[in-house]
C-alpha cells in the first residue's frame, strides 16, 4: 500500500482523532497487531500507556483539588482500565483499521476489547512519535473530555466494589458474593464473566472484563444501580 492510499485509509480515523499524521506509516504500525507480522505495536503500546496514565492523572488531578491522591488514583483507574479503553476505541471504529492475521480475524479480534485497547494507546504513542508529547496529549484529552467532565466525585472516588460493599452495610444487609462464571483466552488476553450475589435481595448481576477485578468491578456498579432502585439510600430493609 503507497503513502497515498495510506492516508485515504485513514483520513476518516484522523478526522475522528482530531490529528492528522505526516507520517501515515506510524499510525499502521499502530493499528497493526502482532500476529500480523511485524513491525507492529507491542512496543507502541509500552509508550502509549505512559501518556494516557500521565494525561488522564493531569486532567483529574486540575478538575478535582481537593480530592487526596488515593482518590485521583482510584478515578484513573476506572478511566484507564481495559474496558474503557475499548468502549473509546468502538467509538472512533478503530476496529475497522487493523491489521490482524488470519486467526484473528476468524476469532473476531477486531472487536476483542484487549485488541482495541491495545491499539488506541500504541495510536497515542504513534501520535507522539509523528510530532511530540504535547500532540499526543491533546488527542488523550480530546477523547476523555466528557468522560472526565461527566464524573461526580462523590460517588466515583472510590471504586465500585467499595461503594457496594458500603451501601449494603449502611442498609444492615449481608455483603455481596462474586463468583466467576466463564473464563478464556490465552494467558495476556483472558476475558473473565462473573456475578454478583446480592443474596439478601434476589438480584444477581453479572460483569465482563479483562481481569477478573474489572469483570468484578462492572458487576458491582451494576449491582449499585439494582440496590439504589430496590433500596434508595436512606431507606434500610425493614
Given amino acids: 500500500m503507497t503513502v ?10 484522523s478526522a475522528a482523532l482530531g490529528y ?22 507491542e512496543r507502541f503500546e509500552f509508550i502509549g500507556d505512559s501518556i494516557l496514565n500521565y494525561t488522564v492523572a493531569r486532567m483529574l488531578f ?3 483539588p481537593r480530592l487526596s491522591e488515593g482518590e485521583l ?40 476489547p484487549s485488541i482495541l485497547a491495545d491499539a488506541l494507546e500504541a495510536t497515542f504513542a504513534a501520535v507522539s512519535f509523528d510530532t511530540d508529547f504535547a500532540a499526543a496529549e491533546n488527542v488523550v484529552r480530546r477523547l476523555y473530555e466528557q468522560r472526565v467532565s461527566a464524573i461526580d466525585p462523590t460517588k466515583h472516588a472510590k471504586d465500585a466494589k467499595t461503594r457496594l460493599q458500603e451501601a449494603l452495610q449502611a442498609r444492615k444487609l449481608a ?18 464473566k462473573v456475578e454478583c450475589d446480592l443474596g439478601e435481595l434476589a438480584v444477581i448481576v453479572t460483569g465482563e472484563g ?9 458487576s458491582a456498579e451494576a449491582a449499585l444501580e ?10 434500610k430493609r425493614a
Fill in 226 to 235: 439494582h440496590l439504589e432502585q430496590k433500596l434508595p439510600s436512606g431507606k
Fill in 210 to 218: 479483562g481481569s477478573r477485578r474489572a469483570a468484578e468491578q462492572q
Fill in 20 to 41: 492528522r499524521f505526516t507520517r501515515p506509516e506510524l499510525l499502521r504500525q499502530a493499528l497493526t497487531h502482532r500476529s500480523f507480522g511485524s513491525p507492529n505495536n
Fill in 4 to 13: 497515498s492510499q495510506t492516508e485515504v485509509k485513514f483520513g476518516r480515523l
Fill in 62 to 64: 486540575d478538575r478535582f
Fill in 73 to 112: 488514583s482510584r478515578l484513573r483507574a476506572n478511566l484507564v482500565n481495559q474496558s474503557s479503553l475499548a468502549e473509546i476505541a468502538q467509538g472512533l471504529g478503530l476496529g475497522d483499521y487493523l491489521y490482524l492475521g488470519e486467526g484473528e480475524l476468524k476469532s473476531g479480534g477486531f472487536n476483542r
Fill in 175 to 192: 455483603l455481596p458474593k462474586y463468583r466467576i462464571l466463564s473464563q478464556s483466552g490465552e494467558a495476556h488476553e483472558q476475558w473473565f
